[in-house]
């Protein structure tokens, strides 16, 4: 059997998400048994600087980042400007078509306008939540892993928020499957949840176990 390995970029300004947006998809990709590697570009500290977030997940072990994406996510017109040229035939990105504009794509790529103003009721802090509910679509796994995840994250902040949160999800997820053509292949399933771990914790255990 072929292994199947895809990756996510997600970009923007520091402060807009990006490092919880990919929280959020780790532990999907990991309860849905999938190996990954995760790598957070901070290429600068200060709020509004440009960050960029790389997620590589698979049926089978992850020993690099690899140089491709599958899924990009640019939540500011900079990203985009930034990184549309790293997509090949067969990607897609997903963006605010309000606020973001590409510029020439790789032919077969796919862009996927999404009206975020519209799917997020106008809350601009919903943005990634909208995004992530149209990029679990296009890789053909099911909403509800992510709005179980969203129900847990959102918790703390009352019946309400949980509530708009998930409602923004699923219309991300049903526009997605109304006007855009979803990968001809499915995230794959593994056989078992995984755990995740960042980096500082291997380390701190591994100093802890010698």
């Not at 509004?48 to 899924?71: C, E, Q, W, Y």
């Not at 975020?116 to 990029?135: D, F, I, P």
């Amino acid at each position: 059997m072929n292994k199947i390995d895809f990756a996510v970029g997600i970009g923007g300004e520091n402060g807009q998400g990006i490092a919880s947006t990919g929280n959020i998809l780790a532990l999907i990709f990991a309860r849905r048994g999938l190996h990954l590697n995760a790598y957070n570009a901070y290429q600068s500290i200060i709020r509004g600087g440009h960050t960029f977030l790389t997620i590589r997940a698979s049926d089978g072990p992850v020993r690099n980042m690899g140089d491709k994406i599958d899924v990009f996510i640019p939540l500011n017109q900079d990203t985009m400007d930034r990184h549309l040229h790293l997509l090949k035939s067969g990607a897609c990105a997903i963006y605010d078509k309000e606020k973001v504009t590409p510029e020439k794509a790789a032919d077969g790529v796919q862009l996927c306008p999404m009206p975020m103003k519209e799917l997020t009721r106008g809350n601009k802090l919903a943005v990634n939540t909208a995004a992530l509910g149209g990029t679990l679509q296009l890789l053909g796994i099911e909403s509800e892993p992510l709005e179980t995840v969203i129900s847990r994250q959102f918790k703390k902040k009352g019946d309400a928020v949980v509530a708009e949160n998930l409602a923004i999800a699923r219309a991300g997820y049903d526009y997605a499957a109304q006007n855009f053509t979803a990968f001809s292949w499915k995230a794959p399933r593994g056989a078992k949840p995984l755990g995740i771990i960042t980096g500082n914790q291997a380390i701190a255990m591994g100093g802890a176990a010698a």
